[in-house]
């Protein structure tokens, strides 16, 4: 079974910067693509960014020229790197991997963007 493990949630000023991480308990490789979601409380479930196995990236308008997709490969860790945090901006975040027609998901961790 897939396991995805987020990390580097917490609470940030907003104009601040976090870095996520999401560990897969096997190689990214496999996978189809990964990327990250996110949701707001009474929200749906929000694409943010995703990386295919080629590399490719695709942001959310609102993560375009804040956020930013990266992975090692070596550590079996995607990363989202966002910058520039807004309030709204607030929300769980939750990692995904896909895997031909079957997605997996990280149990999510918590950005509070609050003064």
């Known amino acids: 079974q897939v396991q995805l493990v987020e990390s580097g949630g917490g609470l940030v000023q907003p104009g601040g910067s976090l870095r996520l991480s999401c560990a897969a308990s096997?190689?990214?490789?496999?996978?189809?693509?990964m990327g990250w979601y996110r949701q707001a409380p009474g929200k749906e479930r929000d694409l943010v960014a995703t990386m295919t196995v080629g590399g490719t990236t695709n942001y959310a308008d609102f993560a375009k020229g804040r956020f930013t997709i990266s992975r090692d490969n070596t550590k079996n860790t995607v990363y989202l790197q966002m910058g520039s945090l807004k309030p709204e901006d607030t929300a769980v975040y939750y990692c995904s991997a896909r895997l031909l027609s079957k997605t997996f998901w990280g149990q999510g961790t918590q950005v509070t963007v609050s003064s």
């Open positions: 096997e190689n990214i490789f496999n996978f189809n693509a």
